[in-house]
Every structure is written in structure tokens, then in C-alpha cells.
């Protein structure tokens, strides 16, 4: 049971231009979202987050959207650059369950110069 | 500040023999540490929450007599796969909570590509 899906395992984008990414979630009780930026045989390094009380947060090139009525968040990078290249992983925790991140498959953007 | 370490951050291993994974907190006191395995090209999947001083808290379907985890202090966890086998190859990753942190803030280790022939 994927609680947390992202359903583009890939993305290619030209360099200035928009990344979005996408994420979809199933469980309600989920209330608070993040996203991570992770390299190959490297961990996860955490990028923003965002609360279910808000719709946006925005932190620099990177902007969060949460759309929770439609169970979905999307990461923006505006202009995206070529060392943005990487997977992202989008999670989710339930505040009830102590912090447990609940991970989706990520999706793998490819910034081209 | 909050930096995680993993080590070793590769093994090989012969089949039926253990392992023992160290994760790190280097610069603060981690109440609690999350063990995580990816698979390629997959997600990271949630092994086991342990509290130091407690007993590890295993997701369903995380045998933990094959995994064991000790979390004896502070900045120390560790994760032992027992009697290893090819199947249990995977790149295992571990957070860490700092002490007195937001509960949903976690930092993560390097990781470790455990790989069993």
C-alpha cells in the first residue's frame, strides 16, 4: 500500500526553465510534508517542507505547493539549474506516529545546460 | 552542525555470515535514530525507530531477529543483519532526531551498500 506515490519516475527540463514535481498522498492524517533532494550512494538531504495548516511555502528557487483537498504537493524550481540534476523523494509524516517519514519512489530530474 | 555518519559506506559479505552498520551523530545528541533500506531505483522504506536506551520499534514485515538494532547511546545506533543473505543486499540509510528537535526533522547518513554473495 503506496501511501505516498510519485507517479513520474523521470523528468527532463532545460536549464532556466520550471521544474515541477508531483506527489500525490492517500493518508488524511498525514500533516506535514517535505521534500528531499538525494544523489547516487549518498542519504537524502532534506530541500523544504511544508505544514498541512499552510498552502505555499517558498524558500529561495524552491517553492512547495499543497493542494489538500486533492491529496497533492508539488516542488517548484524556477530557474532550475544543471546541479539540480538528482532524485527527489517527496514524504509525509503523521505527527501521531512519532516523526516516521513515509517516502515516495522519487522521481529523477535531469537539468540539461 | 547535524551531521550523521555511516560507516562502513560499503560491504561485501559472504552469505551466512553478519554485518554490523554504525550511524553517527557527529555534532549533536540524537534521541532518537531511523533505519531505512532502498532498493534501486526504489523508495526508502522504514525499517525500524530506536529509542536510546529501548528497544527498537520494526515496521510490519522487518524480521528483528535478522536485523538487530542497538542504540546503547546518544550519537551511537547501530544495525546488525544476521546470517546475511543475497537477498538482504541493499543500500541502508539511517536518520537521526536531534534531542529536543522538531519531531519531523531528521538528518541523514551517508549510507551503507551492503552487498552479500
Known amino acids: 500500500d503506496q501511501q505516498v506515490k510519485q507517479n513520474s519516475p523521470s523528468l527532463s527540463v532545460q536549464e532556466g526553465r520550471i521544474s515541477i514535481l508531483n506527489c500525490d498522498y492517500t493518508?488524511?492524517?498525514?500533516?506535514?510534508f517535505l521534500w528531499y533532494k538525494k544523489y547516487p550512494a549518498e542519504g537524502p538531504t532534506f530541500l523544504i517542507s511544508?505544514?498541512?495548516?499552510?498552502d505555499k511555502n517558498e524558500d529561495g528557487r524552491f517553492t512547495v505547493f499543497l493542494n489538500k483537498s486533492a491529496k497533492h504537493l508539488s516542488l517548484h524550481i524556477v530557474p532550475s539549474q544543471p546541479g539540480d540534476s538528482a532524485v527527489y523523494f517527496c514524504?509525509?509524516?503523521?505527527?501521531?506516529?512519532?516523526?516516521?517519514?513515509?517516502f515516495g519512489q522519487g522521481t529523477e530530474l535531469s537539468v540539461k545546460p | 552542525g547535524a551531521v550523521v555518519s555511516q560507516h562502513p559506506s560499503w560491504v561485501i559479505c559472504k552469505s551466512g555470515t553478519s554485518v554490523k552498520i554504525e550511524c553517527r551523530s557527529l555534532d549533536f545528541q540524537a534521541t532518537t535514530m531511523f533505519w531505512y533500506r532502498q532498493f534501486p531505483k526504489q523508495s526508502l522504506m522504514l525499517m525500524a525507530t530506536s529509542n536510546e536506551g529501548s528497544k527498537a520499534t520494526y515496521e510490519q514485515g522487518v524480521e528483528k531477529d535478522k536485523f538487530l538494532i542497538n542504540h546503547a547511546s546518544l550519537t551511537l545506533s547501530t544495525l546488525t543483519v544476521t546470517s546475511a543473505h543475497p537477498e538482504d543486499s541493499s543500500f541502508y540509510i539511517c536518520?537521526?532526531?536531534?534531542?529536543?528537535?522538531?519531531?519531523?526533522?531528521?538528518?541523514f547518513g551517508p549510507g551503507t551498500r551492503l552487498t552479500v554473495l
Open positions: 493518508n488524511s492524517m498525514f500533516d506535514y
Open positions: 536518520s537521526a532526531r536531534r534531542a529536543g528537535g522538531l519531531y519531523n526533522e531528521q538528518f
Open positions: 514524504a509525509a509524516t503523521p505527527s501521531y506516529q512519532g516523526g516516521k517519514l513515509i
Open positions: 511544508i505544514s498541512s495548516i499552510k
